[in-house]
C-alpha cells in the first residue's frame, strides 16, 4: 500500500511563527499565518498551489496517493514545547517537528501495508505478535463502527443472497479528495486499489473514491448512522462545512454535506427505540 506524497517547503524566515484569527462583526473571520510579526498567509497559498500541481501529476499517472504539505522554518523562534501549526490540513513545523511527523506517516504506512498483507496471506497462530497483528489491533480500535463489529479488510464469503455494495464518488483530483474524506471518516482509507480509494462502512458496505473528471460532483448517497454527532464534531475539528441538521416528524435527523467536487453525502441517524 502506498504512503504518502509529501510537499516540503522550507523557509529560512526568522521570528516566532504563529496563527492568527482576524475578521469579525463586518468581516468573515480567517486565520493568517504570522512568523516575528509579518504576515506571512502568502507561504499558505503558495503552498496550497504546489500540493495542486503534485496531484495533478500523479493523478495523470492513475495513482491514488495521498498529498500532504508542510512549511518547515528552519531559522525560526520556536517554543521548547509545542508551537505546530495547521491551516486547512497543511502544517506548519520546526525541522525536529516535522521529522516526527514524517516518521509517524511511514509507521502508519508500514502498519496499513501489514494490515493488508495479513488479509492476503494469514499468519501461523505459531508466529509471535508482529507488525501485522499490531496492525489488526489498530484496526479494530478505529475502525469499528456499529454493526459492523463482524467486519474485517476484504470481502468474505457469502451466500447466494447477500451482496456486496461499492458506492462511488467521482471526483476531479485524488490528491485533495482523499484528505477530505480522511477528515470525513476520521481515519486514511481502508484500502487503495489502483487508483480508487476505499472506506469500509460495514461487513459488505464500501464507499470508494474515483479519478473521474467527466462524472466528478455527481455521487449521491445517504448513509444511516449510530451516532450523528460523532461526525459533526468530526467534521467541526476538520473545518468541514454542512448543511443545517434537520429532525423529521418521525425523530430522524438528518445533515447534508458536499466534498470540494460536490458530491453530496447524507447521513440520517435514527431515533432512539422505544423500551
Known sequence: MAGSVWVIDA???KGRPEKRREGGLLRPREE???VGGRDCSKLIAGLEKQLVTVAHVIEESRLAIPVRGALCF????????GGDLEFGGLHVRSPRSLLRLLLADEVRRTLDAGAHARYRAPMSSTQETSVEELADARHSAEHVEPHQDE???GPKARTASEV???VGMPVRIMGSALRWYEAFFGRPADEIIEDEALWQLSTHT???VTADTARAGGGLVTLGVGNLDEYLARWAAGSLSHEPVE???NGVRHVTIL???GNSLSLAEAPPAES
Open 164 to 166: 456486496d455494495t461499492y
Open 206 to 208: 464500501w464507499l470508494f
Open 247 to 249: 429532525t423529521y416528524e
Open 32 to 34: 493568517k499565518l504570522y
Open 11 to 13: 523557509k529560512l524566515y
Open 151 to 153: 467486519a474485517s479488510a
Open 259 to 261: 466534498d470540494p467536487d
Open 74 to 81: 528552519i531559522d525560526a523562534d520556536w517554543p521548547v514545547l
